[in-house]
């Protein structure tokens, strides 16, 4: 399975960040998680197959993120974006069917003043 991600890049703040991921195939379950400089991988959001979605805390009430292109891509939008939001954000698939977690190379996104 390979995961390609496309967006990122400078974002001004208070603007909004836009990613996307496409899997060479449908799985379960595709998200998000960034990993700021000197900081652990956090969960962002995740999005299932059934229209199910999460949303993490560091940035609830601020994302969306949807899935289409039958399900092998997934988007995410986060609004009004702060310097706390600087980070390489990577793609993120699992298959409950045979238990396979897949990661995508990750995109930076930098948030200017």
């Known amino acids: 399975v390979q995961l390609v991600e496309s967006g990122g890049g400078l974002v001004q703040s208070g603007g909004s960040l836009k990613l996307s991921c496409t899997a060479s195939?449908?799985?379960?379950?595709m998200g998000w998680y960034r990993q700021a400089p000197g900081k652990e991988r956090e969960f962002v959001a995740d999005?299932?197959?059934?229209?199910?979605?999460t949303i993490g805390f560091a940035v609830r009430g601020r994302a969306t993120i949807s899935r289409d292109n039958a399900g092998k891509t997934v988007h995410l939008q986060v609004d009004n974006v702060e310097s706390s939001d600087t980070a390489v954000y990577y793609c993120?698939?699992?298959?409950?069917?045979?238990?396979?977690?897949?990661w995508g190379q990750g995109t930076q996104v930098t948030v200017s003043a």
């Open positions: 195939e449908s799985l379960d379950v």
């Open positions: 993120n698939a699992h298959s409950y069917t045979d238990g396979g977690i897949y």
């Open positions: 999005a299932n197959d059934r229209g199910s979605f």
